[in-house]
């Protein structure tokens, strides 16, 4: 089936080529402006047309907590964040026995399987935020179930998977880690660090070992000290890394976003909403990995202690407060699809994140105001504001 979305001011996001015509074939971008009937048109009236947002860190929206979900309310999940132009996201888990996460590997993975494009995003397979994390840097965490990091129990997430477990996170000071580390990369998953209380050196040895992600810059890592970077510089240094940033002025200072936005740039720093499911609801209480929190405001604390777990951001939201921070357009959108996609290597295993002839159909249409009008997965109409 050939779509065609007209009058499209394209953001790819790397460029800004003007308006043209989007040819698309079977869910994927065929050409600009190529000349023929489609079998349906859309038309953006001129409005920007970006890939959609790829949320490569978040454990739950609108009620739908990711850990204990069923395949049925991820694929719920899947549907109400294309209502805010994400058309991808990893599903992250929180800490939890062994057993819940085997299942909860299980369930995201049956929601994947049973994914189409009017189901809304794609579900691009489970991310292990833990339980191989340092419990000194537990943040919102239950520490009953952060344990030193074991190649048995990842086999079994692995295999729950069917192999589509795409990343954990893990605190490269812990015993075993580095080998650890190693053992994963080689079966081609990400690995972030985060949650740590390790040293410069430490952290160096894990981004030798393959780590390749910082787990939500600053939040949970040993704190800089100038004879003691640690963990956050180690990874903002390296050219070779990927910085994941939660922009909501809470989990970091506004000069704190524009010092990692200078060092990273935006081929490297990654949007992310750590969102529980209390995101897109009410102030009220809710539970995480078994711990009650309470929403005020907006943001997401531990009851007993007032730390801070996760957040209600959007993806949508952390666009633009990534340009009110000081990123120019191209480049707020480029930290929202194509390095988030770059990051976990969806830009070639999947073809997202970029919109150019020869990579899928997952785009959204912006007004002025960057407030979303459409979302289109696979080339699929699905969400119409």
Known sequence: MRIQVRNAHVLTPLEDIGVVNISIRDGVIESFNVQGTPDKIIDAERQYVAPGYIDTHIHGYAGIDVTEASPEEILEMSQKLAGRGVTAFLASTVAAPHEKLVQACRNITKAAESWSPSKGARILGPHLEGPYLNPSMKGAMNEAYLRKPSL???????????GLLRKITV??????????????????????????????DETIRGIEAGATVANHIFNQMRQFHHRE???PFA???????????????????????????????????????????ASGLPDGEYVLGGLKITVKNGVSRLSESGALAGSTLTMDNA????????????EALTMASYT???SIEALTREKIGYLKPGYKADLIILDEKLNLKKTIINGELVYEG
């Open 171 to 200: 605190a490269p000071e812990l015993e075993g880690a580095i080998d650890f580390i190693k053992s994963v990369k080689s079966r081609g998953i990400t690995v972030s660090l985060g949650h740590s209380q390790a040293t410069y």
């Open 319 to 330: 666009v633009k407060n990534m340009i009110k921070a000081g990123a120019g357009l191209l």
């Open 152 to 162: 048995k129990e990842f086999e079994e997430y692995y295999l729950a998977s069917k």
């Open 229 to 231: 970077p640690g963990l």
């Open 340 to 342: 988030p996609s770059k």
């Open 235 to 277: 990874l903002l240094l390296n050219p070779n890394t990927f910085i994941e940033m939660i922009v909501d002025f809470i989990h970091l200072h506004p000069a704190t976003v524009q010092l990692v936005f200078k060092l990273a740039g935006p081929l490297r720093t990654v949007l992310i909403t750590d969102a529980v499911s």
